[in-house]
């Protein structure tokens, strides 16, 4: 049994971005997605977000499970007959929860690999650690709240950026066998971001240069979104070549 879909709560969610050369990208993306540019740059990062009361969306009461939960996603695009769809390829999912490591793929379309978290966080500072002893992933993005937009970006401004990562919501992720992608479409009650100053950001997957070559990838900018009502939404699986 698969559910249609779940509610909760987006406790926090911090999207730490990087810009990458588009051929970097282009070379591990599954068809039919092609990178989603921005000012000449293909955009792809790692979403931390802690979950709260994640219950099936028919369930009537205001209770349910919470967990930590990392995702590497890069943007992109692809043709569905004559339209243009966007959303992200997420080639890499975390959390520190077992009974979504259990439940994966079985009660709703989402394989993730257990991982350690070490959260330490304010209203003013926030400092996230990821690590899987299963697949190597290492994960550290630290951060403070700001009013002022991060300087050096390819976005000229929040709501610019804002803009680019609301259209991410439907997610692609491969499943076991091959040849198809599970989706699921992120629904939040209102879109509100914050800038995060990144003090430090490092992933041991946007850091492998025998992904990436040396040069093609670049810390950009991170963004904050913290006590949102919200529900993933089951969009069934993508043929892939």
């Given at each position: 049994?698969?559910?249609?879909?779940?509610?909760?709560?987006?406790?926090?969610?911090?999207?730490?971005?990087?810009?990458?050369?588009?051929?970097?990208?282009?070379?591990?993306?599954?068809?039919?997605?092609?990178?989603?540019?921005?000012?000449?740059?293909?955009?792809?990062?790692i979403c931390l977000i802690?979950?709260?009361?994640?219950?099936p969306a028919w369930f009537?009461?205001?209770?349910?499970?919470?967990?930590?939960?990392?995702?590497?996603?890069?943007?992109?695009?692809?043709?569905?007959?004559?339209?243009?769809?966007?959303?992200?390829?997420?080639?890499?999912?975390?959390?520190?929860?077992?009974?979504?490591?259990?439940?994966?793929?079985?009660?709703?379309?989402?394989?993730?690999?257990?991982?350690?978290?070490?959260?330490?966080?304010?209203?003013?500072?926030?400092?996230?650690?990821?690590?899987?002893?299963?697949?190597?992933?290492?994960?550290?993005?630290?951060?403070?709240?700001?009013?002022?937009?991060?300087?050096?970006?390819?976005?000229?401004?929040?709501?610019?950026?804002?803009?680019?990562?609301?259209?991410?919501?439907?997610?692609?992720?491969?499943?076991?066998?091959?040849?198809?992608?599970?989706?699921?479409?992120?629904?939040?009650?209102?879109?509100?971001?914050?800038?995060?100053?990144?003090?430090?950001?490092?992933?041991?997957?946007?850091?492998?240069?025998?992904?990436?070559?040396?040069?093609?990838?670049?810390?950009?900018?991170?963004?904050?979104?913290?006590?949102?009502?919200?529900?993933?939404?089951?969009?069934?699986?993508?043929?892939?070549?």
């Amino acid at each position: 049994m698969s559910l249609a879909a779940i509610s909760g709560v987006i406790e926090r969610r911090i999207l730490a971005n990087y810009r990458i050369e588009p051929e970097a990208v282009r070379r591990f993306l599954p068809a039919p997605f092609q990178p989603k540019l921005f000012a000449g740059f293909a955009i792809g990062g790692i979403c931390l977000i802690r979950l709260g009361r994640m219950r099936p969306a028919w369930f009537p009461v205001s209770w349910g499970l919470g967990s930590e939960n990392a995702a590497h996603r890069i943007a992109v695009e692809w043709r569905e007959g004559d339209a243009v769809r966007e959303g992200v390829y997420i080639p890499r999912r975390h959390t520190n929860s077992r009974l979504n490591v259990l439940a994966g793929g079985l009660v709703f379309p989402v394989v993730q690999q257990l991982a350690r978290f070490e959260v330490r966080e304010s209203q003013e500072r926030l400092s996230v650690n990821v690590g899987s002893a299963s697949d190597g992933t290492s994960i550290h993005v630290s951060g403070r709240v700001s009013a002022e937009w991060t300087g050096g970006s390819v976005f000229p401004d929040l709501q610019t950026a804002s803009d680019f990562f609301r259209g991410g919501a439907l997610g692609y992720s491969a499943v076991a066998g091959g040849g198809h992608l599970s989706g699921i479409e992120l629904n939040c009650e209102k879109w509100q971001v914050e800038t995060l100053a990144v003090e430090r950001m490092e992933s041991s997957f946007f850091e492998d240069l025998t992904v990436f070559p040396r040069g093609t990838v670049q810390v950009d900018c991170a963004l904050l979104m913290r006590g949102i009502g919200h529900r993933w939404d089951n969009r069934g699986v993508l043929s892939c070549g």
